[in-house]
């Protein structure tokens, strides 16, 4: 069964930092890309950043020049450096896999982070 186990979420006061990590296994096929998404309270699911098997990455506009995500293929692991925190940033924060077999996607449990004003 494939897992993505999330770590590194918490509580944390605005302008501070968090790294969140993510660890897949048992995933059936070659990994395409790994990402983070985030879903905050009454809001849809949205992107947050993502790096391809080849090192290519792209971000949400609301995160660029404050997070930093990064990934070790051997590991099929995924981080995610979170800088300058902001309150709006306080959501439940998601790992996310794409294979590259018919595009399917694999999904972490969700790991809580909240940053306080």
């Known amino acids: 069964q494939v897992q993505l186990v999330e770590s590194g979420g918490g509580l944390v006061q605005a302008g501070g930092s968090l790294r969140l990590s993510c660890a897949a296994s048992r995933i059936p096929f070659s990994i395409a890309a790994m990402g983070w998404y985030r879903q905050a309270p009454g809001k849809q699911r949205e992107l947050v950043a993502l790096i391809t098997s080849r090192g290519n990455t792209n971000y949400a506009d609301s995160v660029k020049g404050r997070f930093t995500i990064s990934g070790d293929n051997a590991k099929n692991t995924v981080y995610l450096q979170m800088n300058s925190l902001e309150p709006e940033d306080t959501a439940v924060y998601y790992c996310?896999?794409?294979?590259?077999?018919?595009?399917?996607?694999?999904w972490g449990k969700g790991t809580l982070v909240t940053v306080s004003s």
């Open positions: 996310n896999t794409k294979v590259t077999v018919g595009g399917m996607m694999y």
